[in-house]
């Protein structure tokens, strides 16, 4: 088994390296990073927006379009596009799953998501947990280096 306090230490650095990758996101209200780690690889990433070929606009009117893909979700079908395999892999996650991303998390053989900032709404983390994978809230607000 693995070192709790390393384990914790690697958790933290994907951690951050999820929230750096949410700045790449256009969205105006929220911007939210992920990456897929698979034996301590990053095999895939993503964030929030809208998809190929789309303009860079999320909202309109304050209101985010239906269409933007979640940043889950952009991590989840890069990796159905690439060789990689995401069974019993980590996803990091800035922000809680919703429940429609949480589907996608169990269908990809996802085993552990960790989050750092929580969402209103605990439906997805709810089924997250209900399915059997491990879910871990970890604050990185004000964690030094």
């Known amino acids: ?23 790449n996101s256009y969205c105006q209200r929220r911007q939210v990073g992920a990456l897929v780690v698979k034996d301590k690889m990053i095999i895939s990433d993503g964030y929030n927006g809208t998809p190929s070929g789309f303009e860079n606009v999320c909202e309109e009117d304050g209101v ?15 990796i159905a596009r690439s060789g990689n395999n995401s069974d019993g892999s980590t996803l990091y996650v800035t922000d809680s799953p919703c429940i429609e991303c949480a589907k996608l998390i169990i269908q990809a053989g996802i085993k552990r998501v960790i989050y750092s900032r929580e969402y209103r709404l605990t439906d997805g983390v709810d089924l997250l947990r209900r399915a059997g994978i491990e879910v871990q809230y970890l604050p990185t607000e004000n964690k030094e280096k």
């Open 1 to 23: 088994m693995k070192d709790p306090k390393k384990q914790r230490d690697l958790d933290l650095r994907y951690l951050r390296m999820a929230q750096i990758w949410s700045e």
């Open 64 to 78: 985010t379009k239906p269409y933007v893909l979640h940043a889950e979700a952009n991590a989840i079908t890069k």
